[in-house]
């Protein structure tokens, strides 16, 4: 029956709109808002550029989802998620997240580290989508430190979380490795002390 067109199952559907937001978060990772394009999106992603408006009003609201989803299917959400008062498991979850500054960017890379400069130059909506995704790791960090002190803690978090994203955002940006290295040892050291402190 030529000409005859089927509708798209609710599955395929979901998974053309998984794609297109791994190929997002990997290529505004890389490049930024600005320098990523729809039809280079949708090539990336095997797709069409008329395929994008079945799924997303426009890139912006494709930039808010590709951040939440980033952060939803980060190493962090998904190993660490249900780890409680645990300063060992800390210390390893710093050391993985801050090993991003050595990695090549991809579906598991976290977007508050490689878009925390391009997100701050973006729309309310994307920078609430942002501060979202920032609240949550302060909250995972918040239940795996060991520290009683609840306001302690908090801060403790809040100040881990910090290190770690700016540790990567800075280590990525210099052109030194040994300095970037060092940074990164530095701010593994602080958080450990962070940590450590009753």
């Not at 951040?67 to 998620?81: C, E, M, P, Q």
């Not at 008062?85 to 890379?109: H, I, K």
């Not at 540790?167 to 060092?182: F, I, K, M």
């Amino acid at each position: 029956m030529g000409g005859l067109i089927l509708p798209l199952t609710k599955v395929h559907k979901q998974e053309t709109r998984a794609r297109i937001l791994e190929q997002a978060i990997f290529l505004f990772s890389t490049k930024g808002f600005d320098q990523v394009s729809i039809d280079e999106l949708m090539s990336c992603a095997g797709l069409t550029r008329g395929g994008f408006y079945a799924h997303f009003k426009n890139k912006n609201e494709l930039y808010v989802e590709a951040i939440l989803n980033g952060v939803r299917k980060s190493a962090i959400a998904t190993n660490y998620l249900k780890v409680v008062d645990d300063n060992q498991v800390l210390n390893e979850l710093v050391r993985n997240y801050l090993a991003q500054v050595s990695t090549v960017t991809g579906p598991s890379a976290c977007p508050l580290a490689f878009l925390v400069t391009d997100v701050a130059n973006r729309e309310a909506e994307v920078r609430d989508a942002y501060t979202i995704s920032f609240k949550g790791l302060v909250k995972i960090l918040n239940r795996i430190i060991a520290i009683e002190d609840e306001p302690k803690r908090e801060a403790i978090a809040r100040s881990i979380a910090t290190l770690m994203i700016g540790g990567v955002a800075v280590g990525r940006a210099l052109n030194d490795p040994q300095a970037s290295q060092e940074l990164i040892d530095a701010c593994y050291k602080i958080a450990g002390m962070l940590a450590a402190s009753a």
